[in-house]
């Protein structure tokens, strides 16, 4: 099958690629670099001639509310369109565990609308919803740091290696449209406050985490049923500790 993976330099979206042309198909990866623009429309249809899957796996560059809600529906839209006018068979999208239901978070509201717009299109689809990346640590440390010091709810949740998630993706990429919603996680429960203290020790980042029922994930205040995937999740075995050591023994050969 020939498969254009938007947003094919990122980090689900290269693994996408690789995964897909390991299995024989033909990939186009493409992004803005590879003169592909989904949010302006430029170069859409020169990539999707023929294609027979789309996967968008393209994330905003901004995540203010209106920039973040603009790149969603905006890209959305136009990839929509240009399927349908090339024939693409099958939309796969990646959105996050919660996007339904967290409506103080504009991030999580853009990718509702994201779905909303893709379930409403009638194009045969398929969306897998993840819970947060292992790779998301020092970026949701980041978002919640006030001097050395790091706020964060110990809200039960279970993330996800992003090779899981791309393999997830992958999955979806070569199988028939499901034409609704898939929900993936990681094996273990842990509470915000804990798995961000484990990554920053791994890091060696010196910064304290202090829990903190209020504090806010990404402008929504959280509990343990937020991000919890729902029964039918599929559940994948790479676990946080496990993936921390490969990715420190990655990083010490300077891969």
Do not use: C
């Not at 929509?80 to 967290?102: D, P």
């Not at 050591?245 to 990655?250: F, P, T, Y």
């Amino acid at each position: 099958m020939k498969i254009v993976v938007i947003g094919g330099r990122g980090l689900i979206g290269s693994k996408v690629a690789h995964k897909l042309s390991a299995q024989g198909h033909e990939v186009i990866p493409a992004s803005r670099r590879s003169g592909v623009d989904s949010l302006t429309g430029e170069g859409l249809a020169n990539a999707l001639a023929g294609a027979d899957v789309l996967v968008d796996v393209a994330d905003s560059p901004l995540f203010d509310d209106e920039p973040v809600m603009h790149f969603f529906t905006t890209t959305t839209s136009n990839l929509l369109a240009a399927e349908q006018e090339a024939g693409v068979r099958h939309h796969v999208a990646l959105s996050v565990v919660g996007a339904q239901i967290m409506p103080d978070s504009g991030y999580n509201t853009a990718k509702a609308a994201q779905e909303n717009l893709i379930t409403a299109s009638r194009r045969p689809y398929s969306i897998v919803r993840a819970t947060p990346f292992y790779e998301f640590a020092p970026g949701l440390a980041d978002s919640a740091t006030d001097g050395d010091i790091v706020r964060l709810p110990h809200a039960l949740f279970r993330p996800i290696a992003a090779d899981d998630v791309a393999t997830a993706v992958t999955r979806a990429a070569v199988g028939p449209p499901i034409n609704g919603v898939t929900e993936i996680a990681g094996p273990e429960e842990m509470g915000m406050d804990d798995f961000v203290r484990a990554g920053l020790a791994a890091n060696g980042d010196q910064r304290r985490v202090v829990t903190d029922a209020q504090a806010p994930y990404f402008g929504a205040v959280i509990d343990d049923h937020t991000l919890a995937p729902d029964k039918k999740a599929t559940i994948f075995t790479t676990r946080y500790t496990d993936w921390i050591d490969a990715d420190s023994s990655r990083r010490g050969q300077g891969n």
